[in-house]
């Protein structure tokens, strides 16, 4: 069974600055989908950025970016210029493609994540 | 945003009653799930769905059971809940391919 390792509980950063959270996963798959989710206070999961393994360019959204490193299997998550908004629990999540396409998702434990202005 | 709702969005009982609760979606998606959230814990699945009628167990099935009777509805139900059962529950819908798991806002459950 896959799992997902987020070994930083809780992180801050200080607005405007950079800051990276990392996660690592444990899979003997090829083919996965690697993804990380927000969630604010509001308790809504917000999807912030993906990343399809078989893709060696890592993943960009805006402020958000990502270091995809197969071999090592680690998949880290680096937020440029924060933001107030930014503060909140983050979540690594994995999805395998070959378990009989149950589409499922495992989730790291999280990392909160706070901004100081 | 994905049309999920869950309902109720909060919800206090007691140990010992039933209880269910309900996601009902406007994506047509094919695929369906619950998820609980504890402190600590992030999200582990509890059952998902994969088509009318077809419905799968996950990490921590226990104590839990689900049905799908439409594409648009999945029903969690605690036969008889108990208070290591208080969590907050979301429920997610997503297709077959690259195509991301979309969440409900969660439903607050508290089992005295």
């Known amino acids: 069974a896959q799992t997902v390792t987020q070994s930083q509980p809780e992180m801050s950063v200080q607005e405007a600055e950079t800051v990276t959270l990392s996660c690592t996963y444990d899979?003997?798959?090829?083919?996965?989908?690697l993804f990380w989710y927000k969630q604010p206070p509001s308790r809504q999961m917000i999807l912030v950025i993906r990343q399809e393994a078989y893709k060696q360019q890592n993943a960009t959204e805006n402020r958000f970016s990502v270091n995809f490193q197969k071999a090592a299997k680690s998949f880290s998550l680096k937020i440029s210029d924060s933001q107030l908004g930014d503060a909140a629990m983050y979540f690594c999540?994995?999805?395998?493609?070959?378990?009989?396409?149950?589409?499922?998702?495992?989730f790291g434990k999280g990392t909160k994540l706070t901004v100081n202005p | 945003d994905a049309g999920i709702t869950q309902s109720p969005r909060h919800k206090v009982t007691e140990t010992g009653t039933p209880v269910t609760l309900r996601c009902h979606q406007t994506?047509?998606?094919?695929?369906m799930y619950w998820y609980r959230q504890d402190p600590g814990h992030g999200l582990r699945l509890i059952h998902y769905?994969?088509?009318?009628?077809?419905?799968d167990k996950g990490e921590v099935s226990d104590g839990y059971s689900v049905s799908r009777s439409k594409t648009e509805d999945f029903l969690l139900t605690l036969e008889s809940a108990t208070s290591s059962q208080t969590s907050v529950y979301f429920c997610?819908?997503?297709?077959?391919?690259?195509?991301?798991?979309?969440f409900g806002d969660g439903t607050r459950l508290s089992i005295l």
């Open positions: 899979t003997s798959e090829s083919d996965y989908y």
């Open positions: 997610a819908i997503s297709e077959i391919g690259n195509q991301p798991q979309h």
């Open positions: 999540a994995y999805r395998s493609l070959t378990q009989g396409g149950s589409e499922k998702l495992v």
């Open positions: 994506e047509n998606h094919r695929y």
């Open positions: 769905s994969y088509g009318v009628k077809d419905t």
